[in-house]
């Protein structure tokens, strides 16, 4: 096979991860990987004075991410996508939440400080003329112009329900309130979750009317509407506090969308997995097993539970070998592979597709 063949190519891609989001394949399963450029120009120098004004510089932000992209080629179906980002908290903000921002992440800071807090937050209507949202759309725009269509504007990270919730109360606080005014949380986290699809929705048309396809920081394609439903919180309570109060919201996120992935982090997560399965418009489940709990063979069980729920699965193996194993243990039906390890150069990178495809025949 030229190596060619193995350059992104959008039309390729997209009906490979149309088979895919349905449990089926085409020629080999959608590969997601990454190829080391040692040589690549160095990109624009931040010299701001604060982490706040480097994250809400859109002008810095759009320049780098387009430097990232013109000197970083894709190859298999790894999307030349950037998505405009100012951490997960981003619909928080919506509730009057002020982001603290550190070098490659930001979080909120509370602003629910008593459990009579949530009848306010459950009362309040979202605020999208707040400087957070306004840089994010700032970034779609001028992004926009300056991809000229070369490259893919994705989703912004969006946290949803009870996340927003664990940001502006934290965690600790948030499990004490569920067992003492499990109502008034109840209320608070759908009002979350109507905005949570609001946001969505806004974001989602904005990039429409840019003929941009839908992914985001998880990296799928589909021409309708998707996301990654999630719910990083719920490590913290039981199966039946999942299903009584974490599912409707969950359910809720997923209303709008066409096809879906949840990510399912940790094994900590684990105990709702058949949660998750019994999701009647979910395709697919990214597993995301952790730092120190791989390789992605060691979960091979995880992956057979899902399938046999009739979902999709996004392998995230650690390296070329780990994928190439796990693809032998369960074939390429409903599989999408993500290659952690970065390849060291392009010839390395289409050995391995070469080496996914013979093995689909």
């Known amino acids: ?84 980002n100012v951490g997960p908290d981003l619909v928080s903000t919506l509730f009057g939440a002020e982001l603290i921002f550190g070098d490659n992440t930001s979080w909120c800071q509370h602003t629910v400080h008593e459990t009579a807090d949530w009848d306010r937050f459950a009362a309040t209507k979202p605020d999208f003329n707040n400087p957070y949202w306004r840089a994010i759309e700032d970034m779609i725009t001028l992004a926009a112009e300056r991809f000229g269509g070369r490259f893919i504007l994705a989703m912004p990270d ?23 005014e499990p109502e008034r949380v109840r209320a608070a986290s759908l009002q979350a979750s109507r905005v949570y699809v609001e946001a969505f929705r806004r974001l989602h048309q904005r990039l429409t009317s840019l003929d941009q396809p839908s992914t985001t920081w998880c990296n799928y394609l589909h021409s309708g509407p998707a996301y990654v439903p ?17 599912r409707p919201t969950i359910e809720l996120e997923m209303s709008p969308l066409e096809r879906s992935i949840f990510h399912l982090d940790g094994p900590q997560a684990l105990h709702h997995l058949d949660l998750v399965l019994d999701l009647p418009k979910l ?20 992956y057979r ?33 993500t290659v952690s390890q970065p390849f060291a150069d392009p010839h390395h990178a289409h050995d391995f597709l070469d080496a996914v495809h013979d093995a689909c025949k």
């Open 230 to 246: 999630s719910c990083d919180f719920w490590c913290l309570v039981s199966r039946e506090i999942g299903q009584d109060l974490i």
């Open 158 to 180: 969006l946290h949803g329900s009870f996340d927003i919730l664990s940001g502006v109360r934290g965690p600790e606080n948030l499990c004490l309130d569920i067992y003492d």
């Open 1 to 84: 096979m030229s190596s060619s063949k193995h350059h992104f190519n959008l039309a390729a891609s997209e009906a490979r991860f149309e088979a895919w989001w349905t449990g089926g394949r085409l020629d080999r399963p959608p590969v997601s990987l990454w190829v080391e450029h040692a040589h690549a120009p160095a990109g624009p120098r931040s010299h701001h004075h604060s982490l706040h004004d480097r994250w809400m510089d859109v002008g810095f932000q759009v320049e780098s991410a387009l430097h990232r992209l013109e000197h970083n080629p894709c190859y298999g179906d790894t999307l030349p996508s950037w998505f405009p």
């Open 305 to 337: 539970q899902i399938r046999a729920a009739g979902k999709a699965i996004q392998v995230i193996a650690e390296d070329a070998e780990d994928a190439l194993t796990v693809l032998e243990e369960l074939g390429p039906e409903g599989m999408w592979i």
């Open 283 to 302: 395709n697919a489940v990214q597993w995301v097993y952790g730092a120190g709990h791989g390789p992605a063979q060691r979960w091979l069980h995880i």
